[in-house]
């Protein structure tokens, strides 16, 4: 049956969902952002049906309301469902990075035609804005799910079979693990990332080219600290109580490591390395994790026009998809080298075997 659903907050998310149900459902979607570009940009590409800059009006009309606005904004909506009236059922979800603050509201809401089941698609980017979704941006990522008390398994079950277009796995948490967790994996790793691009912009006062060795580590570990600064504030203080306590630990960590090595203590550190190593080595590629799976393989190429395109064009050519590519590190005339990201070991294989045979010399991770 075609249903009418609600996309508040037409960004990244929220426009890589209305993408992913436009290419395979027959729903009627409708747009809303407080954004008149992103819902013009919506609109003119046919991501979304229709769009409405009147929440309060049109989310009475729909049967399914995904809320993708930034946390705390998306809590701002949910106050103002509790104040209206609907006439017939709607189950609402978010997309929310931080869950504690959403449920709660979401557990106030007394209106007896809503449901809520909140909702966390373990999947992203640095870059935001409707411009930069794709309908496939979730495919075997987790999918947190958070649903409220009232939340039956229909409820649950009419969620999952529209998200199920998004090839993400579902997996159900209480909002507290689910923000103790996305913290560990994500809120303080991005805390870090741009405490280590500040590091390096203090230290380029004393040598100004720090930049130009900043290549690939650097570049791997601060990536997300390109993200759009306000969203990660938002997230911040949604979870700034699970945060501080990181931190706290984190602080004590590293003043123990500066004892080791001011102790010389080598031994300490070695066991510190490669008790990491094993266990980032160990997060595995294979099974349903936090962490998206990918397949990776590293092409040496040179830095001459069009090298990149040859490559992909053997790819394209072959109908090979691609989830992610990076360049690791490329100097003038040098070799340097391409990760291309595959969601299938199958795909990963056979990029490896077609680029050896057209003379490219590649390396797969063990
Ligand atoms: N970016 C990621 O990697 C990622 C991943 C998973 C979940 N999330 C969560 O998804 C949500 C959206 O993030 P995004 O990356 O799509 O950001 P985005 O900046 O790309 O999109 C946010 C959209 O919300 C709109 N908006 C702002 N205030 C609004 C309001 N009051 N009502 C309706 N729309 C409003 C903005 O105009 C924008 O179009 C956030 O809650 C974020 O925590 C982000
Ligand atoms: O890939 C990125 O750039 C992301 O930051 C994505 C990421 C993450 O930390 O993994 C960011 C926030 C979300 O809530 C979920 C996913």
């Known amino acids: 049956m075609t ?23 027959d729903h009627r979607l409708i747009g809303y952002d ?37 946390v705390s904004k998306t809590i701002d909506l949910l106050e103002q469902i509790k104040q209206l009236r609907f006439e017939k059922p709607i189950l609402i979800t978010d997309v929310s990075s931080v869950k504690s603050n959403v449920m709660q509201t979401a557990e106030s809401i007394e209106v007896g035609e809503v449901t809520f089941v909140g909702g966390h698609p373990m999947a992203g980017s640095h870059k935001q804005g409707i411009e930069v979704a794709k309908a496939h ?29 998004t090839k993400a796995k579902f997996l159900t948490l209480d909002a507290q693990e689910h923000d103790e967790m996305t913290s560990v994996i994500s809120h303080f790793p991005h805390l870090i990332a741009s405490s280590l691009v500040q590091q390096a912009k203090t230290w380029q006062k004393k040598h100004d080219k720090i930049p130009r060795l900043a290549v690939g580590g650097f570049r791997d570990i601060t990536r997300i600290a390109s993200s759009d ?21 984190w602080i004590n960590e ?41 397949y990776d393989l590293f092409v040496d190429i040179f830095d001459q026009p069009g090298a990149i395109l040859k490559v992909i064009g053997l790819l394209a050519d072959e109908e090979i998809s691609i989830k992610n590519i990076e360049i ?13 990201s595959f969601v299938s070991k199958d795909d990963q ?3 490896h075997r077609l680029l050896i045979k057209n003379g490219y010399e590649t390396m797969i991770e063990e």
């Open 328 to 340: 690791l590190e490329i100097r003038e005339g040098i070799t340097g080298v391409l990760r291309i």
């Open 137 to 165: 941006l979730f495919e075997n990522a987790i999918y947190i799910l958070t649903p409220t008390e009232k939340a039956d398994q229909a409820a649950i079950s009419t969620l999952t079979d529209l998200l199920a277009h």
């Open 229 to 249: 600064p306000s969203m990660w504030q938002d997230i911040f203080f949604q979870n700034k109580k699970v945060l501080a306590q990181l931190l706290e630990d």
């Open 34 to 70: 407080v954004n008149q570009k992103s819902l013009n940009y919506a609109i003119q590409k046919q991501i979304v049906d229709e769009i409405s800059t009147d929440f309060n009006q049109v989310v009475t009309t729909v049967d399914i309301c995904i809320l993708a606005a930034p």
């Open 254 to 294: 590293m003043k123990n490591l500066k004892g080791l090595l001011e102790t010389n203590d080598k031994v300490s550190i070695y066991h510190y390395l490669a008790e990491a190593r094993e266990y980032r080595d160990g997060l595995d590629r294979t099974k349903k994790g936090a962490i998206p799976s990918f």
């Open 3 to 25: 249903k009418r659903i609600l996309i508040a907050g037409l960004g990244l998310i929220g426009g890589s969902l209305a993408l992913n149900l436009k290419e395979n459902t």
């Open 349 to 351: 294989l056979a990029s």
